[in-house]
C-alpha cells in the first residue's frame, strides 16, 4: 500500500493453528487470540510494508537505516546529497522538505532539479528502504533513471525490493509515462534481477563516469 501517514497493517500469514501448526517462524510474528482461546483458533500476524512519503516523524528510525547502510555507501532512492545534513532535526526537517517540494514540478524547477516522488519502505516503524520516481525523460533521467531504489542490508534478500517496484510502477502509469528506465551497475546482479521480474528489457551495457552501467526498460 501507498500512504501519506502510517496506518497500523497486518497480513494473516497462518489463519487456522489447527491447519497451519502451532507457530510462526519469521521472528517478527505476533499471536492474536480469540476471545475463546487458543484451542478456538490463533492468527499469527506479520507486519506489511507501507511506501510513505517521507516525514519528520521518522527521524530516528531513518538514521538508524543511514548508520546500517555504513559511511560513504550511496543509499540508492532516498535523494541524499553529500552536503545534506541528516543527523540534526533542523536538517533533517529540511532535507523532508526538499523531498516533498520535488514532487511539485514548479517547485523543482525553481530548485534547478527534475520532478520526483520520493517513498519510504517503512515495516512495523522501521525504515526498510527507498525508492524514488523521476518525471519526464531528461539528461538526469537518462543518466539515473526514472526509478532508483535501495534495501538496507538487513532487510534484503526479502523480496521487498520487488514489492515496492511494482507498486512505484502503478504510479509511473498514473503519470502517463510509457515506459520507464531503470539503471542500475553492472555488477549489481540483486537489483538486475529485481528489474528482470517486472519486465525490464536490457540495452548494451553503458560505460558511465561510476562505471559500467545496465540500462533497462519498462513498458508500462
Known amino acids: 500500500m501507498i500512504a501519506g501517514d502510517r496506518d497500523v497493517a497486518h497480513l494473516d500469514i497462518i489463519s487456522d ?11 517478527r510474528c505476533h499471536v492474536e487470540t480469540s476471545a475463546g482461546g487458543a484451542s478456538s483458533g490463533s492468527r499469527y500476524l506479520l507486519p506489511v510494508p507501507e511506501l510513505i512519503a517521507p516525514t519528520v516523524r521518522f527521524h530516528a528510525e ?5 548508520v546500517e547502510w ?6 540508492d532512492g532516498f535523494g541524499l546529497s553529500p552536503s ?3 543527523a540534526s ?11 516533498l517540494d520535488q514532487s511539485d514540478p514548479a517547485k523543482a524547477s525553481a ?8 517513498w519510504w519502505i ?4 522501521q525504515v526498510l528502504g527507498g525508492i524514488a520516481l523521476r518525471h519526464g525523460l531528461n539528461e538526469t533521467v537518462e543518466q539515473l533513471g526514472h526509478i532508483g531504489f535501495g534495501i538496507r542490508p538487513s532487510a534484503r534478500r526479502r523480496g521487498l525490493a520487488t514489492w515496492a517496484l511494482g507498486r512505484v510502477l502503478d504510479e509511473a502509469r498514473a503519470l502517463d509515462l510509457d515506459r520507464v528506465l531503470l539503471v542500475c551497475e553492472e555488477n549489481n546482479a540483486a537489483s538486475a534481477k529485481t528489474i528482470q521480474r517486472l519486465s525490464g528489457i536490457l540495452e548494451p551495457v553503458r560505460e558511465t563516469e561510476q562505471g559500467p552501467a545496465r ?4 513498458t508500462l
Open 70 to 75: 555504513g559511511p560513504g555507501a550511496h543509499e
Open 215 to 218: 540500462r533497462y526498460w519498462i
Open 17 to 27: 493453528e489447527s491447519t497451519y501448526g502451532r507457530s510462526c517462524r519469521d521472528p
Open 84 to 86: 545534506d545534513d541528516v
Open 62 to 66: 531513518w538514521l538508524a537505516t543511514h
Open 111 to 118: 530548485m534547478g532539479r527534475v520532478p520526483c516522488n520520493y
Open 122 to 125: 517503512v515495516e512495523d516503524t
Open 89 to 99: 532535526p533542523i536538517g533533517f526537517t529540511a532535507w523532508v522538505r526538499r523531498l
